[in-house]
């Protein structure tokens, strides 16, 4: 099975940066997508951002322009960069991987069956945001 582990994170205050990092190792071929989900305090823990092998991203609205990622194939590695913070987006990130044949939107839960139930999971990662 696939291990996933993220890093960075951390605090920053209102309109900041931060930059997280998941590395998957195992039970992954070489075409397949990684995301992040998100958990609010008080909220479902939800999909926010994924990207596949090709490239192909998908966004929830509410990081749409603030949050980017990127995908390095070789070393199993995605990277989340997230601009622009605000205190709503204080939370527990959790990297998340699915294998080939996979749909970014799929993969966060974006289309009517949810999301997939043999998706791969990190630990998570706090990220605090600040007034």
Known sequence: AAALVESGGGSVQA???LSLT???????Y??????WFRQIAGKDR???IAIDSTGTRSYA???????TISKINANNTVYLRMTN??????????CVADDYPCIP???LGFRSGGVPSDLAWGQGIQVTVSS
């Open 46 to 48: 939800e999909g926010i």
């Open 105 to 107: 939107e799929e993969v």
């Open 15 to 17: 309109g900041g940066s």
């Open 85 to 94: 913070l605000k205190p709503e987006d204080t939370g527990t990130y959790t």
């Open 30 to 35: 070489a075409s397949y997508c990684m995301g």
């Open 61 to 67: 609205d509410d990081v749409k322009g603030r949050f």
């Open 22 to 28: 998941c590395a998957a190792s195992g039970g992954l």
